[in-house]
């Protein structure tokens, strides 16, 4: 029997970044607001410090900062036919836990999505016609534009102190940043970081190839910074040991270093760590939240009631919890009715490794930072005509390498046997001299109606609740679009005087070893149509007013960037919408 | 109270600090924190086998001296210590999927959903090593008849885990293919990764590419471009010079 | 006490009574709606810089201003007295002038001496307009009932009379004289550090006894497993190489560009220093700053001293990436360890703490950051971490004593206090 809590105004589901800003956000309104997180408590001195975080063996091969699959996991098959089957030990993605979430140990990659992204079933309808789209496709339009979002993105960049080089700045571009990006209404608030040299001699050689080569938008600091909350951040050190490692000097923008030191100090804010939400509570008829429901280490369950509630979990949570609170209506991918789990995506992600002279060639791949890089943005979204090639979508390509690290980084020939004293002496030979960016190629993923996620028949967790199952498997549209952006990739190594180029296509059938990024997308997406979205352009949810759910699990199709930076303008932006409408005037905020 | 340096990196007083991470707590008003907080990764101490039998260590040291063959600059995978860090892994938590999903029903599927075996690694390589045994005394090879892997030579020794690799060599009981995998990674994984864990011995491994180890700041280095970076790797273990002389 | 001095301070004290009646006369009786609303927030103010809250407001059963903190002395310990004007278990009965004696003479209303871990010889500075304004604030608070037996020392200290010799000893009673050689600002900084501010009774180096060493004012102490640095204006071991507004800047948001302040120094920042004015604090930095130290120049250690070889490489592979290698750190953020004149003190005591403990920040409302430093003591045996220390303290123009393993080895157990 569930011990019931003093009520809050607000109960916050997930302290990760896009609850770290929701918190801050309405405890400044002056509500009252509590934050449940599954994991523990981290901070940096006691959970990262300098002397034991350069543990590969740890952090990146047991991923010990992460989620341990038998707290929870999913089911996955590629298909509909098939059975799913537990994911036993992470592989393709690693679901975050604890306080900080992914903005933890995340690379710190800080993109913004294209104007076109947001309107992109009008958009490609408009350029392409209908017919040239992808059969079953389910990409839509997001509901809102480029130009509403910007001034989020800009609240988000200047949060973090990204460190980068500004491409279009109100309409104008500018030498040295991205030409394709959209408008921005100012710079960023660090300059970018410093570049090593595989990353500095793949932007020459794509300048010679006639591209427009800039550094990636980096959440590593460049320089040491003071955020608009009076936080400061220290120089990254390109120590290497960023993504899947928490920062041990404070130069990685996590809510950590950025919002809780002042969120923790006000008197309207608590959270309660090691505490899993396992259900969302609604009133009898079904249309309002009155809290939730968590239970503590030791099984117990405890309600927390709440006039709002904000869904922050990690997408796949967020969309499991909506099925089985009941809100919504799942998807039926064979009547094609229903929106919970519907327009479920990843992400396209491919990789050269290069070759070059050991005479001549040595790169240090081990500085480097999470979001170190120089990039090329010709070949994502919509910025090339698409019309010869028979696809949609693309990515952005770089020199993206963030690691030496051995374990996961010694690259050798494809012909050399995996091991043995050949095997030995090539590693010894190629590792200075090789480049292996990891997700050199980050392109998007659209949506398709038999890519989602409902629950599990069979499989449960440790508290018997059914396991979210996904059902993903690549399209045709997706593997063109990656052999394509491979082909052009390899290119660039080439024309920096690679000896050899090894391209790595993304290969069909989705494989859930692999890892390709963490970023799951869409299951209870925002729209205009409450037929084919969960949320309104606010993130609120069409069927229960005060419920909003944030993170990219609103995102209707992924584009060809990492997901941080959009999903934190969201939350900026809902935020917003929160704080000047729905709390003068608690309800719908758009009448569909 | 006396905490010693040696306790607490050999694990026995991580539980001090550690046990905060287990209760459900409600925080507000500052960022926590307690003096001595840390989580500190738990070092292997050298000495006898913790997991492996007699025999099994033997051939675990034979198999990854041929995964990584000794050469005049850089030790092979036996005195890497690659035997110790397997031992050590099976004997924790590596060794029986802690942390994993580990609840049933178990069925095979197909490879890209990931492994489905109910058998943590201890004891599939228990099975194997046992099978291999099997195998490798009921075998004759130009003249070596009835002996175990370990007796074995080099060349045999490198034609079976290549017939293990291959699926030529079928072991009873057991899918040979997949401990040769199991035992490759297990074996890539000690020669890498910190000393602390009991293989790298004197950071080898890192030594033999160049790698710098657990170094954190490279600010004066990134804009060196095509410069070799020149200094020796440290681990998170420490190195002789922090003790004075 | 000899008698002369017996009768003396007889004379003075039935005179200050004679003063003190009148002044009561002047200020109603315990009636909040005839206290003067300045004078209560003057008294709010000042109590806040003296900090009464620090020893009398015990986070447990006592409340606010409710007495029954364990207070720590050399001899043992005693618990705060409740100073809420409850009149059974507080000070509600306690006339002005009986206040005033216990806060400027350490007199008791019954005619027991006060142990000096309530400051009075500090207090004693005060003006008794400034006394009496805290008593009117005082006198605003809710009333508590909450007993206290504050005498908790072990024979023979539990002996109030021998107080009586300490006093005859220490304490030099008296309001503070200003200086007319001085500006009015150091005046300001001179009545707030020597009376109500109180610093002294961290910062000064004392006897046996637990009297102040009075030739060595302000130039450190060792207390609560820390090292209270020397904050004179002493180039070498104090605030020598900060500026004024350095010093109002750590006083006022717990960091700046060079150092941050922990353990009770942190405590000290968020209850008293932060909520003062920016006058104040000028006046407290510029006084501070003139204050004589020791003057002491030493020789650093030379490079090739095996325990300068060893800390430069324990610095160089666990320290550098946030201390940088040539100490100077990231302002408002790691401690510039070249310009900390607190890393070359007297005694290592703190830094040894720090290294092997770890230690937070404070947080401010100017500086909300709280880094804080990792628990090195897990990981270095006693032999590295006194060659770190050493090396420390003796790089960037720091010049300290060696320290040795069995200063480190002692600094592992962790003496109570703030973390």
Redesign the interface.
């Known amino acids: 029997m569930a011990r019931k809590l003093p009520a809050k105004d607000v109960v916050i589901v997930g302290l990760g970044w896009t609850g770290s800003i929701l918190a801050n956000e309405l405890t400044d309104e002056g509500l009252d607001v509590v934050a449940i997180e599954r994991g523990?408590?981290r901070?940096?001195?006691?959970?990262y410090?300098?002397?034991?975080a350069?543990?590969?063996?740890?952090y990146r091969?047991?991923h010990e900062l992460f989620l341990?699959?038998?707290q929870t996991?999913f089911s996955?098959?590629?298909k509909q036919s098939?059975?799913?089957?537990?994911?036993?030990?992470w592989?393709a993605f690693m679901p975050p836990n604890g306080v900080g979430g992914g903005g933890v140990h995340w690379n710190a990659e800080t993109w913004r999505f294209l104007p076109s992204d947001f309107v992109l079933r009008t958009h490609l309808t408009q350029r392409y016609g209908a017919r040239f789209l992808p059969a079953d496709t389910t990409i839509q339009d997001w509901g809102l534009t480029y130009e509403e979002l910007e001034p989020h993105y800009d609240r988000f960049e200047y949060l973090c102190g990204t460190s980068g080089t500004a491409g279009n700045l109100q309409g104008r571009i500018q030498e040295g940043g991205n030409p394709f990006e959209g408008p921005r209404s100012r710079p960023y608030p660090n300059p970018a970081q410093?570049?090593?040299?595989g990353a500095?001699l793949f932007a020459k050689a794509a300048r010679e190839l006639g591209y427009k080569p800039f550094p990636q938008p980096s959440g590593n600091m460049s320089q040491?910074y003071?955020n608009p909350?009076?936080?400061?951040?220290?120089?990254c050190?390109?120590?290497?040991?960023c993504e899947w490692f928490g920062c041990?000097?404070?130069s990685k923008a996590s809510p950590q270093t950025t919002v809780?030191?002042?969120l923790?100090?006000k008197?309207n804010?608590?959270?309660?760590?090691?505490?899993e939400v396992t259900r969302i509570n609604l009133d009898p008829s079904g249309k309002r939240a009155t809290g939730v429901t968590f239970v503590?280490?030791s099984g117990n369950e405890w309600e927390q009631p709440a006039e709002l509630v904000i869904l922050a979990a990690y997408t796949i949570f967020n969309v499991q919890l909506l099925l089985l609170s009941k809100i919504g209506t799942p998807y039926d991918p064979q009547a094609n009715r229903g929106v919970i789990g519907r327009n479920f995506t990843h992400q396209t992600i491919s990789d050269c490794t290069s070759f070059f002279d050991r005479t001549k060639?040595?790169?240090?791949p081990?500085?480097a930072s999470g979001a170190i890089g120089m990039c090329i943005d010709e070949f994502n979204g919509d910025n090339f005509d698409h019309g010869p090639h028979g696809f949609v979508g693309g990515g952005y390509m770089g020199q993206v390498q963030t690691n030496?690290?051995?374990?996961e980084t010694?690259p050798v020939p494809p012909e050399i046997p995996?091991?043995?004293?050949q095997?030995?002496?090539a590693?010894?030979d190629n590792?200075?001299s090789a480049l292996k960016p990891g997700t050199g190629v980050h392109g998007s993923m659209y949506s398709y109606r038999d890519v989602y996620v409902d629950l599990d028949p069979?499989?449960?967790d440790?508290l018997g609740r059914p396991l979210a199952r996904i059902t993903m498997d690549f399209h045709e549209n997706e593997l063109k679009q990656n052999r394509f952006l491979t082909d052009k990739f390899a290119e660039i190594y080439t024309a920096m005087g690679a000896q050899r180029v090894v391209k790595q296509y993304r290969k069909a059938?989705?494989?859930?070893?692999q890892y390709q990024t963490t970023h799951l997308c869409g299951g209870a997406v925002m729209g205009s149509d409450p037929r084919t979205s969960a949320l309104n352009r606010y993130l609120q949810s069409w069927d229960v007013p005060n419920l909003f759910v944030m993170g990219a699990t609103a995102f209707p199709q992924n584009a060809g960037y990492n997901p941080t930076g959009t999903l934190a303008a969201l939350a900026y932006w809902s935020a917003a919408a929160i704080r000047s409408s729905y709390l003068k005037n608690p309800g719908p905020l758009v009448h569909a | 109270m006396t905490l010693r340096r040696r306790d607490l990196l050999t694990g026995t007083a991580v539980a001090l600090v550690a046990e905060r991470l287990a209760h459900a707590e409600v925080l507000s008003g500052k960022l926590p924190w307690r003096p001595d907080a840390a989580t500190p990764p738990t070092a292997v101490k050298p000495g006898p086998w913790e997991f492996f039998a007699a025999a099994e260590a033997r051939a675990i040291e034979a198999a990854v001296d041929r995964l990584i063959p000794p050469d005049p600059q850089t030790p092979g995978g036996k005195d890497a210590g690659c035997a110790v860090f397997i031992d050590r892994q099976l004997a924790g938590g590596y060794g029986h999927h802690e942390g994993l999903y580990n609840l049933p029903p178990f069925h095979d599927g197909i490879e890209q959903q990931g492994p489905q075996a109910a058998q943590g690694p201890a004891d599939m390589y228990r099975a194997a090593l046992a099978a291999l045994d099997r195998y490798c005394r009921a075998q004759s090879y130009s003249g070596q008849t009835g002996r175990a892997f370990a007796e074995l030579t080099a060349e045999t020794q490198d034609e079976i885990l290549r017939g293990l690799e291959s699926k030529t060599v079928k072991l009873d009981g057991v899918d040979g293919k997949k401990f040769f995998e199991q035992l490759l990674k297990d074996t890539m994984q000690g020669f890498f990764a910190d000393p602390l864990y009991g293989g790298n011995r004197n950071m080898c491994s890192w030594k033999m590419i160049g790698f710098p180890g657990a170094r954190y700041d490279y600010r004066d280095w990134v804009a060196r471009h095509n410069e070799r970076y020149p200094h020796p790797p440290v681990s998170i273990g420490g190195r002789a010079d922090w003790t004075p002389a | 006490m000899p008698e002369g001095l017996r009768q003396l301070a007889t004379a003075v004290t039935a005179g200050l009574l004679a003063t003190a009646c009148a002044a009561r006369l002047a200020v109603a009786d315990n009636l909040p709606s005839e206290q003067d609303f300045a004078q209560v927030e003057r008294g709010r103010y000042l109590t806040t810089v003296a900090d009464c809250a620090a020893c009398h407001t015990d986070s447990g059963a006592g409340g606010a201003f409710g007495g029954g903190k364990p207070i720590e002395t050399p001899f043992g310990k005693v618990l705060s007295a409740n100073i809420t004007p409850d009149r059974d278990t507080g000070i509600g009965d306690w006339t002005d002038a009986q206040f005033d004696a216990a806060v400027r003479r350490g007199e008791t209303p019954d005619g027991e001496r006060l142990y000096p871990a309530m400051p009075f010889p500090y207090y004693t500075r005060m003006t008794l307009a400034d006394v009496l304004a805290i008593r009117a604030y005082l006198n605003t608070l809710p009333p508590i009932h909450h007993v206290v037996h504050s005498n908790q020392l072990p024979f023979p200290f539990d002996i109030r009379a021998g107080m009586r010799l300490w006093d005859a000893l220490y304490f030099e009673p008296g309001p503070f004289k200003p200086d007319p050689g001085k500006s009015s600002a150091w005046n300001r900084g001179a009545y707030l550090v020597r009376g109500a501010g109180h610093c002294a009774a961290c910062h000064t180096p004392k006897t046996s006894l637990g009297g102040d060493l009075t030739h060595q004012r302000l130039q450190g102490y060792s207390l609560q497993g820390w090292f209270a640095p020397d904050i004179t204006g002493d180039m070498a071991l104090g605030l020598g190489r900060w500026s004024v507004e350095d010093v109002v800047a750590y006083l006022k948001n717990g960091h700046n560009r060079f150092a941050a302040a922990s353990g009770p120094m942190a405590e000290e920042v968020a209850d008293s220093s932060s909520k003062m004015t920016d006058a104040d604090l000028h006046a407290v930095a510029v006084f501070l700053k003139d204050q004589p130290g020791a003057a002491t120049s030493g020789k650093p250690l030379g490079a090739r001293d095996p325990q300068m070889v060893a800390g430069a490489a324990i610095y160089r592979d666990l320290c550098s990436a946030c201390h940088q290698e040539d100490g100077t750190g990231v302002a408002y953020l790691i401690p510039n360890l070249a310009q900390a004149s607190s890393v070359a003190s007297r005694q290592p005591t703190s830094l040894l703490r720090v290294v092997i403990h770890g230690a937070q920040t404070v947080a401010t409302a100017g500086e909300p950051t709280a880094p804080a430093m990792p628990a090195y003591g897990w990981q270095l045996t006693d032999a590295q971490i006194a060659a770190v220390t050493t090396y420390v303290r003796n790089s960037w123009g720091h010049a300290a004593p060696a320290t040795s393993p069995g200063e480190a080895h002692k600094a592992r157990t962790l003496k109570s206090g703030a973390g």
Not at chain 1, 229 to 235: F, I, Q, S
């Open positions: 523990p408590w901070d940096t001195a006691t959970n410090a300098p002397n034991y350069q543990d590969e063996l740890r091969i047991r341990r699959p038998a996991t996955f098959r590629n098939e059975t799913a089957l537990p994911i036993r030990t592989g410093q570049q090593p040299f500095t040491a003071r909350l009076g936080v400061r951040l220290g120089p050190t390109y120590c290497g040991f041990a000097n404070y809780l030191p002042v923790m100090r008197g804010f608590q959270v309660r760590d090691n505490s503590d280490t060639f040595a790169f240090n081990f500085i030496g690290r051995p374990i010694t995996r091991w043995g004293a095997w030995k002496q590693v010894r590792y200075q069979t499989y449960r440790r059938p989705y494989d859930i070893t």
